[in-house]
């Protein structure tokens, strides 16, 4: 493993380019192993030199910009060598402006109190990641003073596992793919945790060849650090799937409501509501025993409700109409407070946790949201809940009068009012509930105190090129606290009518495509993966804290579709519906069967581990057995605020 800060020995090799590589100064060009734009070097492509293995490379112009390169091994040694290591480099003078693994690195990932990895290389030596840790299979992506450069490996079902490392030096930053799949010089398994590294072993048989792929995308640099879309464009492009199988919506809103009802719903004391999850105890399924009841986040408990109120209206299921008025009812009448917080866990409520109650931002920005929605479902049932509303302006008015002059919101108060933490991107939470308030009270008091978040969150997106917090236990760069920018600028741009916020909203967008997985990844038989059938296709990663897939994507379904409808831009709705399908797997008709337990009818668990995540082989490609609460709720959700479920039901991306 080479060290951060090795000298590089470069070795220029012949390049064989097709005719359509123009060297006329107006365009990029290449001559030899070196990528030119207007008689301008850009970089050069080359590898770390093993005695005894020669290589041509053969480069393919796709468009503008964006190559694909074949490079052949062959080896001439006299006899095997037992270790081979091939590498692949992309190489430019100079350091780097931002650097980023899909997923993995953001910019080195020096933002929070997580012990993820930081910066690019420990102990002194590079950090490389094996192509399904990261959003497009090995990818790398890098920005200097004039030119975006991305590079990654061209994987299916046939390739062989690989790796990848970026290297931003003073002098010059490497991109770097890797045969055969390593981690090195630790392999991070856990939050905050590593794990010894490996190196898996290929042998070179004197005279065999080795073929390897590669694509390079180069673009003049764009602000906001938007020049990641044209390998994130490519890279779909690439990838896409255009039929997607799920179950029929019907038959997944069925299972959502028949979870919620049969295996979610809790008495406790006062309580009437829906647990955060099940475990599997004693031989059996029960109600997760400990941060049982949570209004949003991972509980869900308003949405669920709303969810219910929704089968009332669409099948006349009185059972849903009253339980989920007793849910709404009894987290309205425990938890308000006097200064207009509201208390996110009724844990606290049945005095059965006695640490500090912190009200954190996601769970009050989702409760102020579906009290609003409460509110006008109730009344369609023929019920008037006034004090839903209440509720709403309630969270509403403390967060205006809490609100920074710059824009921020904060991400935790305790019960009396006090902020307790203001870092991060998660007071986004807070933005969609105020619009919705202005568009209920008219009062701009609401408009503009979400005018001035949105401008400041996305602000900290666009210089820093990632969003941050997360829960309130979290500290790190992630993805699901710019869901909430994502769909503010879309509500926003219903409210206003003004074009720049579809432009934020790209921006996002593209935020949020760093994070999704754009190809399916492959596993070996003995892996829950390939015995489960779970594909990788439309999930997406956690966050720099947490290397492993889930289906929190479900969230922003409906804000991609109405994006690709505002823009014209069929990609989101494409990656919308590549969502939905991801989100629907393993989904239990009460007769799946996984590690041995049957799971209850419309269950699904949590973490899919695509890498190696949680200890297990380097192949990874497991499943956990937390049947938490919160993706069957996001599936109701994205069905009940969808006006034709016939865009889901149709698997055809391109209807």
Known sequence: MGKCSEIRIIIVVLICFNSSCREDGADFYWKKNILFYNNEIVGFVSSNSTEGIEFKDYIEEISFGLFKIKRVFNFKSNSAIDSGRLTFDFIYSGKSTYSMIPAVSYNG???????????????????????????????????????????????????????????????????????????????????????????????????ENYTVCAYLAVDHLKPDHQGQRKFLKAAWEMNKKEVLKTESSENIWRLGIQYALESLWSEEESFKGFSIGLIWSENQWIQEKVWKYEIGWCGQNASFANSLLTDYLRYGNNESLEKGLLCLDTWARDCSLPNGLFRTHYDYVLGIRNDEEILDACNLGTAALNYFEAFELARKCKNERPGYLSVAFGICDFMANDQENSGRFGKGWDTKGKCIYRDGTIGAFIIPPMIRAYEISGDEKYLLSAIRAFNFYTGELKANGYSTAGAI?????????????????????????????????EVISWYLSTWLWHYTAYYPAETDFSEYGFDTYGATSVSTQHHHLDYYALSWVNDWLNLAKYTQNEIWKEKALAIWYNG????????????????????????????????????????????????????????????????????????
């Open 473 to 505: 236990d979290t500290w790190c760069i992630d993805k699901e606290s710019s869901m909430p920018l994502l769909k503010s600028a879309l509500m926003l741009f219903e409210v206003t009518s003004k074009e720049k916020l579809l432009e934020d909203a």
């Open 584 to 655: 629907c797997q393993l989904l239990s008709d009460g007769n799946l069967e996984i590690h041995g337990k049957i799971r209850p009818v419309g269950s699904q668990n949590e973490g899919y581990n695509q890498c190696q995540w949680g200890g297990h082989s380097t192949s990874g490609g497991a499943l956990n057995d937390w049947l938490v609460a919160w993706p069957g709720a996001f599936r109701l959700e994205t069905l009940r605020k969808i006006e034709d479920w016939d865009i889901l039901n149709s698997n055809e991306l391109n209807k």
């Open 109 to 207: 990932n020096y933002w929070g109190k997580g012990n993820e990895p930081k910066g690019f290389c420990k102990e002194g030596n590079w950090y490389s990641f094996a192509f399904n840790r990261v959003a497009v299979p090995g990818a790398t992506y890098s920005e200097n003073t004039k030119y975006s450069i991305a590079l990654w490996g061209h994987y299916d079902e046939w390739s062989e596992p690989f790796s990848c490392s970026l290297m931003p030096e003073n002098i010059a930053t490497t991109h770097r793919l890797i045969w055969p799949q390593e981690e090195m010089p630790f392999t991070y398994t856990g939050r905050d945790y590593y794990s010894p590294g490996y190196q898996s072993k290929m042998t070179l048989q004197p005279g």
